[in-house]
């Protein structure tokens, strides 16, 4: 009789467990659900972005987290999870050119698209300031997209995310204006914080993997050199190498930074010709795994970049 009570048992605990994976695994890879919309949104900064105007409002989340957004292109079971929300928040053409190519209406989709920057002034990439459209170069490859790392430019995207989250979604509206202002008023502060450190650091110069940091060097009256060009993937020539060892030397730079998610080999050869060393530096275009927030996860970028300044 034991016997028989011990073997029901165990099919009713083996029934449990198999309804529970059952369930974990329909929900894998999915958001969870909640009130309010369903937003989407393109990459970490992003995402970070519409979580500080969103609040617990709605549900957020990420189509690319595990790596960085350059040449990226969304799969069709990713494409089909952005038309399936009621929103999707992206940054930039310049940088995710594929989402300028999604049509709602095509898709008999209720999505509505919102390009964060739209309307911000970008910077062209040094060296392609004098350089049109059509000149051999396809307009979004004339634009620096990396505003994400200045705070100023930060709070500037916020406020035109609230504003249209606000249009979208009128009965939050002044939910989104007010985390906007709070936003603004962090980055402001973060921006007081920094400036009389950088202003004393002993050396203005800094040399990164790829040219992310333009708009933050710009902010704090400082300079980058990028072995890479706009995106990591591109890689320096020969000249261009032999170029910016000499740099390295003539500036007596004594830090090259390398990023989380690329391989730092072309970093590692400078430093090991010129004396230099290797440290991180995250331009925070993958998720940095971590429970801080995109100031947070900024401000600790900016005290290492500030602490290397001052050696």
Same mark, same amino acid.
């Given at each position: 009789m $034991?016997?028989? $009570?011990?073997?029901?048992?165990?099919?009713?605990?083996?029934? *449990?467990?198999?309804?529970?994976?059952?369930?974990? /695994?329909?929900?894998?890879? #999915?958001?969870?659900?909640? #009130?309010?919309?369903?937003? &989407?949104?393109? *990459?970490?900064?992003?995402?970070?972005?519409? $979580?500080?105007?969103?609040?617990?409002?709605? +549900?957020?989340?990420?189509?690319?987290?595990?790596?960085?957004?350059? +040449?990226? =292109?969304?799969?069709?079971?990713?494409?089909?999870?952005?038309?399936d929300a009621d929103v999707f928040v992206y940054h930039s053409q310049t940088l995710e050119s594929w989402a300028g190519r999604l049509d709602p209406n095509?898709?008999?989709?209720?999505?509505?698209?919102?390009?964060?920057?739209?309307?911000?002034?970008?910077?062209? &990439?040094?060296?392609?300031?004098? &350089?049109e459209a059509g000149q051999g170069k396809e307009a979004q490859h004339l634009y620096d997209p990396?505003?994400? @790392?200045?705070?100023?430019?930060?709070?500037?995207?916020?406020?035109?995310i609230a504003q249209r989250l606000g249009e979208i979604d009128p009965k939050n509206k002044e939910l989104y204006q007010a985390n906007a202002q709070k936003l603004e008023k962090r980055c402001e502060e973060l921006v007081a914080r920094y400036q009389p450190v950088f202003d004393k650091a002993k050396?203005?110069?800094? &040399? %990164? /993997?790829? %040219?992310?940091?333009?708009? @933050?060097? #710009? !902010? *704090?009256?400082l300079k980058q050199l990028g072995?890479?060009?706009?995106?990591?993937?591109?890689?320096?020539?020969?000249?261009? @190498?032999? =170029?910016? /060892?000499? *740099?390295?030397?003539?500036?007596?730079v004594k830090t090259i930074f390398v990023e989380k998610h690329t391989s730092s080999k072309v970093a590692d050869s400078i430093a090991k010709a010129t004396g230099a !060393?290797?440290?991180v530096l995250d331009p925070l275009e993958a998720d940095p795994q971590n429970d801080k927030d995109l100031l947070a996860n900024l401000e600790e970028n900016m005290a290492s970049l500030a602490k290397e300044l001052e050696e």
């Open positions: $034991k016997r028989r $009570k011990m073997k029901v048992l165990g099919l009713l605990f083996l029934s *449990f467990f198999l309804l529970v994976a059952c369930a974990s /695994q329909g929900n894998a890879g #999915k958001p969870p659900s909640k #009130k309010g919309l369903k937003i &989407v949104t393109s *990459f970490y900064p992003i995402y970070a972005l519409v $979580k500080e105007i969103s609040g617990d409002q709605n +549900d957020i989340w990420m189509v690319q987290s595990g790596a960085g957004i350059h +040449d990226y =292109e969304p799969s069709t079971k990713e494409v089909a999870q952005i038309y095509l898709q008999g989709s209720k999505l509505q698209v919102i390009e964060g920057s739209q309307g911000m002034n970008l910077d062209k &990439v040094a060296g392609l300031e004098d &350089v990396h505003t994400w @790392l200045d705070p100023e430019k930060i709070a500037e995207e916020g406020k035109i050396q203005k110069i800094f &040399v %990164t /993997q790829h %040219t992310a940091f333009s708009y @933050l060097a #710009k !902010r *704090f009256g072995i890479a060009g706009i995106s990591p993937e591109q890689e320096p020539t020969a000249r261009q @190498l032999a =170029e910016i /060892q000499q *740099f390295v030397k003539d500036y007596q !060393r290797v440290k």
